[in-house]
C-alpha cells in the first residue's frame, strides 16, 4: 500500500523538446500537511538527488520512514518553529510540462508572503485537512487566490488515511468549498482526495479511494488549463530602455500580451503619440513578428518620444489612461496604509509618486463581507483610490494581469508596502464616450463636485408597475443619502446619465428576452452596475442597492463624525 | 502555441536584467567562469543588443581557481571586448591565507565575501548580478530576484522585501545593495539545455577527460599546479573525470565521468542521484551553513 516504487527520475522528455512552463502556487499550512505533500511529490517526480535524500533520512525521526517535510524546509528560524515563514520556489518536471511551484506560507501573519508566491501563478493546489474540513484560513486562502486572479483550483484533501478514505466527508468538504468559491468566481475546481504521508492519489492512483474518478494530483497539475491569454489580447509593450549604438534606437521590452508585427500601427501611452513598427530585434535578427511573453527591441517609423516607463499599444484597443483608479489592495507592511503618506506607484516599468487618496471598504476573508475601514493593516486586503502625479496607461487586472497590476512603495522607508490589482470602473472608457457621454468635463470632477461616482441600477421586475416602484423607492433612498440620482427607461439613457456622474436607476420590465437585452447592453459598457434582478427577493431588494452602490463608490462618503 | 519553457525563461530573465539596468545607478555582472555565469553573461548581452553591455564584470579571484578557468576568462573577454575588473583580498593573501591552512569557513570569508563587499564598495556598485538559481540549496529557494542587502552587505531572510508579479522594488539608499538573480528559475537541466540549444562555449573542466585526481574525505581533487600539497606518500593518478560545478581547485569535488559532451551532460545528469552542491566541499561544514554565508554577504 505505501508507495515508494518512484525513486529513480522521472523526467522523460529530451530537454530540447518544447515543454512548458507552469507556475503554480500551494497554498496551505503545516498542519494541513503541505511540507509532506510538496516533499513527497519532489521526491516522487524525481526532483530530488541521492545526498538530498540521504541528508533528510540522517534528520527523519520516523523510525526509518522518510519525512517527506524535511525537504523543504530551508530558513533556521522555520526549522526551530516547524513553521513556514517565507515563500520557497520549488521545481520538478514531467514529460509535458516543467513546474514552478511557490510553497506559500498559510498562517495569516505570513499573508504577504502568500501574495508574493500567488501573484505570478497560473494554476493553484489548495490544501485541506479531511478532517477538520474548511477552516476560516482556507477560506482566506481561496479569497487572496481569486483576487490575485489565479482561475484554476485544484483543492487536495488531505489525510485522507485518518479518515478512513470516506467519500461522504470528501464529498461534503467539497461541497462546502464549492458553495464558498462560488462567490470568487473561480474558472474551474477540482477536488483530489488524497493521502500525501502515503502517497495516495498524489502521482499514483490510489487502490483506496475506488469512488473517485478525478485523477491524482499530479495528473490534475499537468491537464490544468494554463490560460495564456498573455498571447492574444491586445498589444501591450512596456518600454523598459532605450537601446542606443551607432545610427540605432530601438524600445527594449518584454511583450506583456499580444502580438506585433513589422507595419502595424501602433500608439504610444502616455503622450498618445501614432507611429508604425519599423522593425522587432533580437540578438539573432530581426523577426517578422512577435508575441508575449518574448523579450525583444521595437525600432519605430517616427521619430516620436519614447522613453522608459511608456506604453506602446494597440491603437484600435488601448488601455485606459488615466491618474485616478480604484483598486483591490494587499497590505504588506507593518505601518498601516496612511492616506496622507507619500508612496510611490510601480506600474510595468512606470514608477509616479502617488497618494492614496480613501480606503473604501476593507475586505473579511472569512466571511467575504465587506467592512467600512479607515485605513489598512498589515495583511488585509481592502478596496482603495490612488491618485497618482503623473498618468500611467493600465488595464483591468481582470483583462490583463501584466499592465493591471501595480505596487506601492513607501517613498521614505522604501519598503514595498502594497500589491494591487486595478479595478475599471468605466467612467473614462472610451466605449462609454461614443455612447455619447460628454467629454468636456472630466469624470473626476464630476466625480468631485458630486461627492460620488457614477453608476447605474438595473431594476428588474416582471409588471412595469412593480418596477417602477421599486425604482421610485431606490431613488428616494439614493437622493436622502445625498446622492445625485435619476430613474430611466433605456439602457441608453442610464449609459449617458452614468457617464455624466449620476446614478441611474434602469426600471426594466416586460419579457425575459428583452430584459436579457438591456441587461447584456448595460453589462458590456462597464459602467459601474448593480442589478437587483426579478425573482431576487429574498432580501431587501432597496438595502442590497445601496450596499453594492457602496462599494462601487457611486454612494458620497459620510462625513467624519 | 506556447513558447518553450526555455524561450520563457530567457524571455524573463531578459526581462529582469533590462529592469535592473535601467534602475540601479551602478550594476556590475559578477562573473565567476562557471556555466551559470556563462549563461548569464549570454543573455546579458541578448538583452542590450545591438548597443554593448552597459556594466562591467567582476571577477573576484581567490587565486586558486584552476588553470584552465583564468585562460578562458581572459580569451572571452578579448573576444568580445568586455569589461573586466578582478578583485582580490591582497590583504589576506599576502598573509599566507590558503585552501590548505586554514578551515574552508575561514578561507572562504577572507578571500570571497569579504573580497566582494570590498569590491563592491570600492567601485561603488550598487546592484551586483549572480547566477545563482533557487534550485541549487534550501536557503537559495527563498531568495528573491531582487534581493535587497544593507550597508554591511548583508542579507535578513526574515524581512525581505515582498515580491509580487514582475514589479521589482529597486528603491535604495546610498551604501546599500540589491543582488540580482536572473536565473533564479532556472534548474541546473535548463542550464545545460540552452547551453546546448545556445551553443554556448562553457570551460572544458565540464567535460570529461583524464585528469591526475587525488582522493581525500572522499571528494575527487584534481591537482591542478604545483602549489597543492600532497600527503607523504601520496600520489595523483589518473582518472576519467569532469566537475559539475567550478571554484577553487583545492575544494572542488570531481566527479567520474565519460561525459564529454553538452547532451551526454544532459544524459548523464538524468540518471544521476547526486545534487550539483555535494562537490562543493565548502558547502558542508555545518546545517544551514550556505544560509549562514549568505548572511554575511556571500553570494
Known sequence: ?561 | MSLSHLRELEAGSIHVIREVAAELARPVLLYSIGKDSQVLLHLARKAFHPAPLPFPLLHVDTTWKFRAMYEFRDRLVAEHGLRLIVHKNQRALDAGMNPFDYPSGKYTQALKTQALLDALALHGFDAAFGGARRDEEKSRAKERVYSFRDRHGQWEPRSQRPELWNLYNGRIERGESIRAFPLSDWSELDVWAYVGLERIPVVPLYFAAERPVVVRGGNLIVVDDQRFRLAPGEKPSLRRVRFRTLGCYPLSGAIDSDADSVPEIIEEMLRSRHSERQGRVIDHDEEGSMELKKREGYF
Not at chain 1, 288 to 303: G, K, Y
Request: glycine fraction near 8%.
Open chain 1, 1 to 561: 500500500m505505501v508507495l515508494h516504487a518512484s525513486t529513480a527520475p522521472r523526467i522523460e522528455a529530451a530537454p530540447e523538446e518544447a515543454t512548458e512552463l507552469v507556475r503554480v502556487v500551494a497554498l496551505g499550512s503545516v498542519d494541513d500537511g503541505k511540507s509532506t505533500l510538496i516533499g513527497r511529490l519532489l521526491y516522487e517526480t524525481g526532483a530530488l538527488y541521492e545526498d538530498q535524500v540521504a541528508a533528510v533520512k540522517r534528520a527523519s525521526r520516523l523510525g526509518g520512514e522518510i519525512d517527506f517535510s524535511l525537504f523543504t524546509d530551508g530558513l533556521k528560524a522555520e526549522r526551530e518553529q516547524g513553521i513556514t515563514i517565507d515563500v520557497a520556489y520549488r521545481y520538478f518536471a514531467t514529460a509535458r510540462r516543467k513546474f514552478i511551484l511557490a510553497d506559500a506560507p498559510g498562517h495569516a501573519q505570513y499573508t504577504r508572503n502568500m501574495a508574493t508566491g500567488a501573484s505570478t501563478a497560473d494554476a493553484g493546489v489548495v490544501l485541506l485537512d479531511a478532517r477538520l474540513g474548511v477552516l476560516p484560513q482556507s477560506r482566506r486562502h481561496l479569497a487572496i487566490a481569486a483576487l490575485l486572479g489565479i482561475p484554476r483550483l485544484t483543492v487536495a484533501i488531505n489525510k485522507m488515511d485518518l479518515v478512513g478514505f470516506d467519500r461522504a466527508i470528501f464529498e461534503r468538504i467539497a461541497d462546502e468549498v464549492r458553495d464558498f468559491a462560488a462567490r470568487l468566481g473561480f474558472a474551474e475546481l477540482r477536488f483530489i482526495p488524497l493521502s500525501a504521508r502515503y502517497g495516495d492519489n498524489l502521482t499514483l492512483r490510489s487502490p483506496r479511494t475506488p469512488w473517485h474518478r478525478g485523477g491524482t494530483l499530479l495528473e490534475s497539475l499537468e491537464t490544468v488549463k494554463v490560460a495564456r491569454e498573455t498571447a492574444l489580447g491586445p498589444l501591450r509593450f512596456p518600454v523598459q530602455s532605450v537601446l542606443r549604438a551607432e545610427d540605432y534606437r530601438g524600445y527594449a521590452g518584454q511583450i506583456a500580451s499580444g502580438a506585433v508585427a513589422i507595419g502595424d500601427d501602433v500608439v504610444v501611452l502616455p503622450s498618445g503619440a501614432r507611429t508604425r513598427v519599423l522593425a522587432i530585434d533580437t540578438f539573432e535578427g530581426g523577426l517578422r513578428e512577435a508575441a508575449a511573453p518574448l523579450s525583444v527591441a521595437l525600432r519605430l517609423a517616427d521619430a516620436v518620444d519614447v522613453a522608459r516607463g511608456d506604453l506602446i499599444a494597440a491603437p484600435q484597443s488601448p488601455p485606459s489612461v488615466r491618474t485616478r483608479f480604484e483598486a483591490t489592495a494587499v497590505w504588506l507592511s507593518e505601518r498601516p496604509l496612511d492616506p496622507g503618506r507619500a508612496y510611490l506607484l510601480k506600474h510595468t516599468t512606470r514608477l509616479v509618486p502617488a497618494r492614496v487618496e480613501a480606503v473604501r471598504w476593507r475586505l473579511d476573508p472569512e466571511t467575504l463581507a465587506q467592512i467600512e475601514a479607515q485605513r489598512l493593516e498589515l495583511n488585509e486586503v481592502g478596496r482603495i483610490a490612488i491618485h497618482c502625479a503623473r498618468p500611467i496607461a493600465c488595464d483591468a487586472y481582470r483583462d490583463n494581469r501584466v499592465t493591471g497590476a501595480f505596487i506601492l512603495v513607501d517613498a521614505l522607508t522604501n519598503d514595498t508596502v502594497a500589491g494591487g490589482t486595478v479595478l475599471i470602473d468605466g467612467l473614462n472608457d472610451d466605449r462609454l464616450a461614443e455612447r455619447g457621454a460628454i467629454r468636456s468635463v472630466a469624470a473626476e470632477e464630476r466625480r468631485s463636485r458630486l461627492g460620488h461616482g457614477g453608476a447605474a441600477v438595473l431594476v428588474e421586475r416582471e409588471s412595469e408597475t412593480a418596477a417602477l416602484a421599486l425604482a421610485g423607492a431606490l431613488e428616494r433612498a439614493l437622493f436622502d443619502r445625498g446622492c445625485a440620482t435619476v430613474v430611466v427607461r433605456s439602457a441608453e439613457a442610464a449609459l449617458a446619465c452614468a457617464g455624466a456622474g449620476l446614478v441611474a436607476v434602469c426600471a426594466a420590465a416586460g419579457p425575459e428576452l428583452s430584459r436579457a437585452r438591456l441587461r447584456a447592453e448595460l453589462r458590456a459598457s462597464g459602467v459601474p452596475l448593480a442589478e437587483l434582478r426579478a425573482g431576487d427577493d429574498a432580501r431587501d431588494p432597496v438595502q442590497a442597492a445601496l450596499a453594492e452602490l457602496r462599494n462601487l463608490g457611486a454612494l458620497p462618503l459620510r462625513a467624519p463624525e
